[in-house]
């Protein structure tokens, strides 16, 4: 769910450029390797690809001292960069990334992902059994999950006067709200809300549905301040906007009147994952990797520092309960998460999905 | 004089090779594969799969786009009058500062290239927002009684490339005007023209290669520009370097993307050729050519 700060676009578009090598890697899927659960880990090093400030800075550091593997980490921007690296042909040097689930799907589908084997990562067992029913991977066959949560309504009670519930709130906006609310930028996002106001799914490929979202989108645009995926929350702060779309670990809860609802007709669950790359040379190190990160401290960190709900119960017990009462969106339970449509892979229905944002914001 | 005739056959080679290199390594071969992209699929994982594909151009066709570049265009027209209109008063009376103060004045108007772009961006966000800085004087000087809708604007957009790209019109103008032989106004004033005959018969004509190529500068970025329309105007009304880049990075439709970026460099080659030609024919290069 991670995407691009404004301060990346470019460097991700020269790099985006710059991987223009090839077409994706025609490899089929393959029979797992074999791994060995005994093997050196200390000979053994990893490159991990995540966006930046998504773990702990001493994670490398820890991991050495516990396995003797040494990590590098390279940071992307965006989920397209680093699959834009992953399919270029060739091998990218990347043991580990960190993905969105649909791209981990995706992924998976091109046989570029070693699957997960559980018995290398014991500590799947901290994770939320509804964690393993996610509709991209469903068991955790090739990812295992990092983050998740959902996209909702973030509001600022003292200005609406009202409680929002419904995502009519923000297509067509009570008159004093007029060019007083944001939606997100990012087209997945940019389509939710219609989406569920009109009943349809966030994955949707149906030509007739979109065109109805189609029209809704270029319907609510008269309203609108501005789509906006970064400024948001301190355009709430400021007053300049009084409800925006927004993912529930960006909305500033913790400031006084700000809350954040999921509207009733219902929302989606994005889920971040990690994903061991077929490519790699150190999977037993990578899979170390991973169990490492669902150690409940280390996973925590997640929870504490960006805010984002993960996907383990042990680690999600012992978060701090001064935080909770901040940023009330923590406490969701998997169970409501659940109730959240899951993001696949839109495959050949990606173009259609562009080209409706570009309607929407060309006129 | 054999050997001279070879040398000078030779030189002109030499000397212009690294350029050319340049050229050839940076411009012509990207450009080449960008090209050569237009007419392939996209892959679904993003990249290229190499089957013939039509049909790239004639979605190009779509009027959707069409609007979006003649959107962008126009936006990026108007920044380049407006910066002309700013900038060449500015380069004139920089070239006519005393040498000291010559310098203090080019350095200023650099200065504001040596900070991050994104930042100065992010600081007309300040400026201009219903609670800024803008907003807020024009109230206190009663003005106006609520605040202006000043951000997410066409406006906010020509405010920001103006405010980025003005360095780039006034510097060649700058060039232009300090070639500029005084003597040739001194002969323009003798024969007894008025100031403003001066500077429409003599200075105007002689500083348009300048002029000319500042345009070229300022039109070119505004045109290509992307983040400013998403952070000053809001994404509500996209500009066709928005359209690529999405092509790019989020559809994972390079093939597309392609057309539309060989469309606008299209226009770009256009102008530029326009400009050169107009350039040659006004410094009078083509009289000794």
Known sequence: ?363 | MRGRVRRLRAEPFVLLGPGLAYLLVFLVVPLGLVLSYTVFKRGRFGGIVYEANGGNFARAADPIYADVLMHSVTLALITTVLALLIGYPTAYVIAHLPARWKAFALVAVVLPFWTNFLIRTYAWIVLLNSQGLVNSALIDLGLVDKPLQLLYTDGAIVTGLLYAYLPLMILPLYSAIERLDPQLREASANLGAHPARTFLSVTLPLTLPGTLTGCVFVFVPSLGNFVIPELLGGGKRIMVGNLIRDQFLKARDWPFGSVLAAAVVAVLILLLTAQAWTARRFSGEEDHA
């Open chain 1, 1 to 363: 769910m991670r995407r691009m700060s404004a301060a990346t676009l470019t460097a991700a578009l020269v790099l985006t450029l710059a991987a223009c090598g090839g077409g994706p890697s025609s490899e089929g899927p393959a029979a797992p390797d074999q791994l060995d659960p005994s093997a050196d880990l200390s000979k053994q090093t990893l490159t991990i690809s995540n966006w930046d400030k998504y773990m702990p800075e001493d994670l490398p550091a820890t991991f050495k001292a516990k396995t003797g593997t040494t990590v590098t980490v390279t940071k992307h921007a965006t989920n397209e960069e680093v699959v834009a690296k992953l399919t270029a042909g060739g091998d990218s040097g990347i043991d580990v990334a960190f993905v969105s689930g649909q791209y981990a799907q995706a992924l998976a589908e091109q046989g570029l992902l070693e699957p997960i084997h559980p018995e290398l990562v014991p500590n799947l067992k901290n994770l939320s059994p509804e964690a393993t029913q996610l509709a991209y991977d469903k068991g955790n066959k090739y990812s295992v999950p990092y983050t998740w949560g959902t996209t909702g309504l973030c509001y600022r009670r003292d200005l609406t006067g009202y409680d929002p519930d419904s995502w009519k709130d923000l297509l067509d906006p009570r008159p004093a709200l007029k060019n007083k609310v944001t939606m997100l930028a990012t087209e997945r996002w940019l389509m939710l809300p219609a989406q569920k106001v009109l009943g349809f799914s966030a994955n949707t490929q149906d030509k007739a549905q979109l065109d109805q979202v189609k029209d809704t989108l270029v319907k609510a645009k008269g309203n609108l301040l501005a789509f906006d995926d970064t400024t948001f929350g301190d355009r709430l702060k400021s007053g300049e906007v009084a409800l925006a779309e927004a993912w529930d670990g960006w909305c500033p809860t913790d400031q006084k009147d700000i809350k954040f609802v999921v509207p009733k007709e219902g929302s989606d669950l994005w889920v971040d994952t990690m994903v061991i790359l077929k490519s790699s040379k150190n999977k037993e190190a990578a899979h170390a990797f991973i169990n490492d990160v669902l150690d409940p401290e280390v996973h925590g960190w997640a929870v504490s520092n960006i805010l984002y709900k993960v996907p383990n119960a042990a680690a999600m017990a012992k978060v701090d309960p001064a935080l909770l009462k901040n940023y009330p969106a923590l406490a969701m339970t998997p169970a409501d998460l659940l109730k959240g449509e899951g993001l696949v892979d839109l495959g050949d229905a990606g173009p259609a999905y562009t080209q409706i944002a570009t309607e929407v914001t060309a006129k």
